[in-house]
């Protein structure tokens, strides 16, 4: 076991050991960033574990460490599926826990979710909390695949306390595969820094000069490029958007390994000229101010924070009726949500929303409000002490 930090947690206070898979630049690890952050220090001493694993996304894990919290990196546990490994990964966390002795044992994402509830069951740890941030058998793989990972969800349920879920949807797919007993489930939304994306508009101008932009509006997103983010789906209604003299740029803030099929179809759609892909930006907060319409035609999302944190900064979004995004956009008042895999409904909503100032303006307000009473980061962390404190 590799030590990333070499403070050590204090042990008069309940020791709560945070579990996840990657610490990537993605909703789930910044949620678990922030709940180590914010929890209450006098109360409890947060450390947290994670694999080896970075990649294009980027990596949270210096930036947890400058929180003044323990890293500790568990070789063996990738993100994969891989037998060998998760079999040497249940050792390697047993061996973790009985060093560290934590009072609480926290999971995070699919895969350290289940190795984890099921070593920290072996281990005898007091107290066993999982947060379902989404299931892995909700992809597209194979049916043998999603029915292991669902039996594989099932038998680590039973292992743990609390099962936290960031949206209803992935409540109702629990419900829907029994995994775990009701009476575990508890839903906390994932929150954001509500001060930092209230002050993204005022970048507008910079970014803008940035990408060498005049007035032309921008339909902007943030994600991952990977197939199941919809950016197909995005490039097909802006190509129908350009063919009806719309003018707009289209920005992604991100990357990915499909980043160069998604500059491939660009240029075969004729949009070479109107998208700008960005790379990894360690600045996202400063991006979101810049756009007039958020838009992401996710095929899934647990939850999709990154629709939160648009509308915080005052930007109607679009996006897909899929998963916990209903839970985060309000349709017809803080944006719109159409169906999947739907270029038309797509591109009539950018064009409602691109061609009608008031409709933006009237829709950028309702949006701030929505986030600011229901999804502050702050909220989120003390609600999940309150599940702690039942434990």
Known sequence: MRRGDSNTPSFHRRRVL???????IGGAEWNTLYTVKLLNKERYAPFLA???QTGAEGSLIEATKALGVPVLIVPDLVREMHPIKDLKVIGQLIRLYRATKPDIVHTHASKA????RLAAKMAGIPRIIHTVHGFAFTAPIPVWQKCLYIALERVAARC???LIFISSALIQEARRWKIGDPNQYVLIPSGIDLRVFRESPRFRTVKRQELSLNGEPIIGTIARIVKEKGYETLLQAACRLKEKGLPFVLVWVGDGPDRPHMEALARQLGLADRVIIT???????????CFDVFALPTLWEGMG????EAQAAGVPVVGTRVGGVPDVVVDGKTGFLVPPNDPDALSDALLRLLTDDQL???MSQAAKIFVDERFSVEGMVQAIEAVYDRA
């Not at 979710?113 to 984890?116: A, D, F, L, R």
């Not at 790379?279 to 101010?289: A, C, I, L, P, S």
């Open 279 to 289: 790379g990894m930006r360690n600045d996202v907060e400063q991006w979101v101010g």
């Open 360 to 362: 933006r303006q009237t």
């Open 50 to 52: 994670c694999g080896p």
């Open 18 to 24: 945070h579990l996840i898979t990657r610490m990537i």
């Open 113 to 116: 979710g289940i190795v984890g």
């Open 160 to 162: 743990c306390d609390t």
């Open 305 to 308: 924070r990154v629709f939160l």
